[in-house]
């Protein structure tokens, strides 16, 4: 008798590794997951960044009150681009 009751521990103790090991996998999925999600912010804010100051400048070339709307033009093409790609 005390060799099923053995056996049936080691069962139970072989299953809950492997629902710790599961459930570790899960929380590395989901760090991973919410990584990604912030590179790609960070990565659709500086695309807009990169287009509004390029779109300033532009505007500003083009002399007068254009800056400013070339800076706007530009965050929009770049929000646009970090859209696309």
Avoid at 28 to 34: A, I, K, Y
Avoid at 36 to 56: C, D, I, W
Wanted: net charge negative.
């Amino acid at each position: 008798m005390a060799g099923l009751i053995g056996l049936g521990q080691n069962y139970r103790n072989q299953a809950m590794q492997g629902l710790q090991q599961a459930s570790e996998m899960e929380q590395r999925r989901e760090h991973m997951n919410d990584q990604m999600e912030q590179q790609e912010r960070q990565q659709r804010m500086s695309m807009v960044g990169t287009g509004a100051a390029s779109g300033a400048m532009i505007g500003m070339q083009m002399g007068g009150a254009a800056g400013p709307v070339g800076a706007v033009i530009g965050a929009g093409v770049g929000w646009l681009a970090s859209s696309v790609f």
